[in-house]
């Protein structure tokens, strides 16, 4: 089945740095990828849409200028969090939908447990 | 009012017991509902989807009631294996084409030996 494939999957940072996830489909075209963030007993909270080759769609409250999102090819999107604060320390997990396997066809990364000191 | 409310629980069965849950979605416009199973610390992972006709997966039954836009999931001979956090999920999309899903916070379920 379809593979999405995430890293790191846990870092920890110091505060005031930058930190880059991949999130790579493995074995079909992810022509768009979710950001999702999950607090410690909250739901999963989508941060934004990415679509390969434009710019991506923020949700409202989601600082674009803070979670940079890239999405150059069909097989990889990047979310780099930009000068983290503690208060950024979450579960980041990435979400790819192969259009092929219809609307079940959402596959999510293994996630990435961002801590920040 | 939030787009996709559940009972958080936790739900404490004893192995063997059935059990159920709900959820309630709020936009009328959505089209597809899955339930997920999220171990902790994981990523989550689909269940099933839900049909409007109901629908069986072995021990799983999820049922959708579009007019209360409510959803279920039954599990029934419950394992110890079944003790991890439900999702349900809905898909509304969105007429600027975003069409990513919004979880319910999960329904988490002890299964006791």
């Known amino acids: 089945g379809a593979v999405v494939s995430q890293h790191p999957s846990r870092v920890i940072c110091k505060s005031g740095t930058s930190v880059k996830i991949e999130c790579r489909s493995l074995d079909f075209q992810a022509t768009t990828m979710f950001w999702y963030r999950q607090f410690p007993k909250q739901s999963l909270m989508l941060m934004a849409t990415s679509n390969e080759g434009s710019k991506a769609t923020y949700e409202q409250g989601v600082e674009k200028d803070k979670f940079l999102i890239n999405h150059a090819s069909l097989t990889l999107s990047t979310l780099t969090v930009t000068s983290a604060h503690p208060e950024d320390s979450s579960f980041y997990i990435c979400?790819?939908?192969?259009?092929?396997?219809?609307?079940?066809?959402?596959?999510f990364g293994s996630g990435t447990r961002l801590t920040v000191v | 009012r939030k787009e996709v409310e559940q009972d958080p629980g936790p739900f404490n069965v004893p192995e063997g017991a059935t059990v159920a849950f709900n959820c309630t979605y709020s936009n009328s416009a959505s089209q597809s509902f899955f339930w997920y199973r999220q171990d902790c610390r994981k990523e989550p992972k689909l269940l099933m989807s839900?049909?409007?006709s109901g629908n069986e997966d072995g021990r799983f039954t999820a049922q959708l009631n579009r007019a209360s836009q409510y959803i279920s999931l039954l599990i029934r001979d419950s394992k110890l294996s079944d003790s991890a956090t439900y999702l349900c999920v809905v898909n509304s999309y969105s007429g600027g084409g975003a069409d990513g899903l919004t979880f319910g916070k999960g329904t988490h379920l002890i299964i006791q030996p």
């Open positions: 979400s790819a939908r192969d259009r092929v396997a219809g609307a079940n066809g959402y596959t």
């Open positions: 839900v049909y409007s």
